[in-house]
């Protein structure tokens, strides 16, 4: 059975803990940018923020070629609260809605900013909560 995480991010970007999730290139944290094609993330970098500052980063290696389907238990499994993708196809968002792993989506002009700034627009609440898969490949 799957456990469910209830968050819900604060409206005014007051967060209290929450860890995120994203797909990055290599070598991952910070100062990497985000992969927008999910299934072929080089690493997951997970960040851990509280009182709208980043508190930890972590770096995770997927295993596999293409693991869209594996990396929505991966976030689960390092306790995500939420993620943040380029673009997400319909299996592993349905996924991570399993596990209560809220996902947001980064806009073109973020693309090739680091997730240091990445995560800095998550906390002034400007992504977006996706609705529904948003594949562009």
Sequence with gaps: MIEEKMFNKPKN?????????????SPGG???SI???FGKC?????????????????IVKPQGEHSCGALP????QNGADACIVG????????ILQQYGIKTYAIGQDLLNKSIR????HFLSDNLTELESASCNH
């Design 30 to 32: 910070l100062d990497s």
């Design 13 to 25: 970007g007051d967060v209290s803990e929450m860890k995120i999730a994203i797909p990055t290139f």
């Design 35 to 37: 992969n927008p094609h």
């Design 117 to 120: 700034e990445i995560v800095f």
């Design 73 to 76: 238990i991966i976030f689960a």
């Design 42 to 58: 080089e690493t997951v970098t997970l960040v851990t923020v509280a009182d709208n500052e980043i508190k930890e980063t972590n």
């Design 87 to 94: 673009g997400i196809g319909g299996r592993p968002y349905m």
